[in-house]
């Protein structure tokens, strides 16, 4: 058997190499025993557990609930094809301690995953993760497990259907009647994942046309490398939106907790201006005030809008592993990373990007102004516009990631790419501060085995040398 090592959002693997049904039997074993030994009324108030639209996820879904049941936990099953925020808002809908979600989230195809929530519905801490990974059995030997029939039966298993309630959430926090009557053309692509249909269930019907594309079950994610809202997995949808003339397009990757976004021109806007935009709604438009909580690897014109507007800042490390928790201690107003995932105040303190996508709309809807008119807006706020990219290397080899991790620690640049580096920041990856306010980021992904190098600054024909800056420093060629 594989060892299973919990990352940045549980544990993810290939399909029939480390992601087996043994496997994610014993994950659920491990979660089934944390949640036993943390909380006395384990036995009440049970776990919610769901999956995505990946190979079989609604089939591992059932071996975990299957594993839970075994052990006296009762499940309130919601089965495949469910949002990531949909299923974490379950958790606090119906008083669970938890969730198990089956999803790779913007993985490659041949990946699976199992998530792991909290009863905030948020994602479990670092030493949480450690206390379930400490529990998951060396082998299946070590897993107790119920035939899902008789688990159902018994009033183990339980139906349950999260969207009615998280629909009712989603309209006591943003007027989807006015996104409804605001005559937009919006193009959603989903990416062939579990967004599909939702933004249209929600604001469809009536003078605002909802087109969704890539809607269909299909778990090899045609037109695109994995369903991460990044180019070039975003580039199919971008020219649909182009030939339909669509005023904005929407974009969630696979399992709907991340958020992309085209302007009307169906050009990509980033994700650390997609999180600049959000926290200028809250706090200009929508007239909110709270701290924003941000990872290290997302955008600075967070701490000038924290500044303009007289909120904190907290930085976290990269995941919301880290922010979840901040969100709940700072009652955050938001959260989120620059991988496109971003909480709210008032909701779970989850990513979701469905509300995110929402969000953007009642934006355009309540200033009247186009994507590209919202961006001048933002960078009048925070002293121009903020250029980012990122470089992904696989790097599967150990001798090779010790080498680069030794390179790192040592790494005392004086500049990079002719700007002085005023700070190293070492909390979780290796982060150069720039003198005019930027940053280069190098860290070791913790979901999948990549190196990847972030970078942001001011000047925009200065990101591919900070960048390769970044590969140098790290002994990647």
């Not at 085209?262 to 929508?286: H, I, P, S």
């Not at 909110?288 to 000038?304: F, N, V, W, Y």
Request: proline residues 5%; hydrophobic residues 40%; charged residues 25%.
């Amino acid at each position: 058997m594989s060892d299973i090592i919990f990352g940045t959002d549980g544990w993810r693997a290939r399909m029939a190499e480390g992601y087996t049904f043994d496997n994610v039997r014993r994950c659920a074993q491990g979660f089934a025993d944390y949640l036993k030994a943390t909380y006395a009324d384990a036995a009440q108030r049970g776990a919610v557990v769901g999956g995505d639209r990946r190979f079989q996820s609604e089939d591992f879904a059932a071996a975990a609930a299957e594993v839970l049941a075994g052990n006296g936990i009762p499940v309130h099953f919601a089965g495949g094809g469910v949002p990531t925020p949909v299923l974490s808002f379950g958790v606090t809908d119906v008083h669970a301690l938890g969730a198990v979600n089956i999803t790779a989230s913007h993985n490659p195809p041949a990946d699976n995953g199992f998530k792991v929530r909290d009863p905030n519905g948020g994602a479990i801490d670092p030493a949480g993760l450690k206390a379930i990974e400490a529990r998951i059995p060396a082998t299946p030997a070590g897993v107790q497990r119920m035939d899902f029939d008789r688990a159902r039966k018994a009033g183990l298993i339980r139906a349950y259907d999260p969207i009615p309630h998280y629909d009712a959430r989603i309209r006591s926090l943003v007027d989807v009647d006015r996104l409804r009557a605001a005559g937009f053309t919006v193009l959603v692509d989903n990416m062939w994942g579990n967004g599909a249909g939702h933004i249209s269930r929600l604001i469809g019907g009536g003078k605002t046309r909802v087109i969704e594309y890539h809607a269909e079950r299909n778990p090899i994610f045609p037109e695109m490398r994995r369903p991460e809202p990044i180019p070039p997995n975003v580039d199919a949808g971008l020219a649909k939106a182009r030939e339909l003339a669509a005023d904005v397009v929407c974009i969630m990757d696979g399992d709907a907790d991340r958020c992309g976004m085209g302007d009307e021109n169906g050009a990509f806007v980033d994700q650390l201006r997609v999180y600049a935009l959000l926290a200028m709604y809250l706090l200009e438009v929508r007239g909110e005030r709270g701290p924003i909580i941000k990872s290290l690897s997302t955008t600075a014109m967070l701490d000038k809008l924290g500044k303009r507007y007289g909120v904190p800042v907290v930085h976290t490390g990269v995941g919301f592993k880290y922010i979840a928790p901040a969100m709940v201690e700072h009652d955050g107003l938001i959260g989120g990373e620059e991988s496109g995932g971003y909480a709210f105040r008032g909701h779970v303190p989850e990513r979701d990007g469905i509300l995110a996508n929402l969000y953007l709309l009642d934006l355009l809807c309540r200033t009247g102004k186009k994507p590209t008119e919202l961006l001048t807006m933002l960078f009048d706020m925070v002293g121009g516009p903020h250029y980012y990219d990122r470089i992904d290397t696989r790097l599967t080899d150990d001798a090779l990631k010790q080498a680069a991790r030794a390179r790192l620690d040592r790494a005392q640049p004086a500049e990079v790419a002719g700007l002085k580096v005023t700070g190293k920041d070492m909390t979780d990856g290796y982060k150069f501060s720039l003198e005019d306010g930027g940053w280069l980021l190098v860290r070791f992904s913790g979901t999948e085995p990549l190196i990847r190098v972030y970078c942001e600054t001011t000047h925009g024909d200065l990101v591919p040398a900070i960048l390769a800056d970044g590969l140098k420093i790290a002994g990647i060629a």
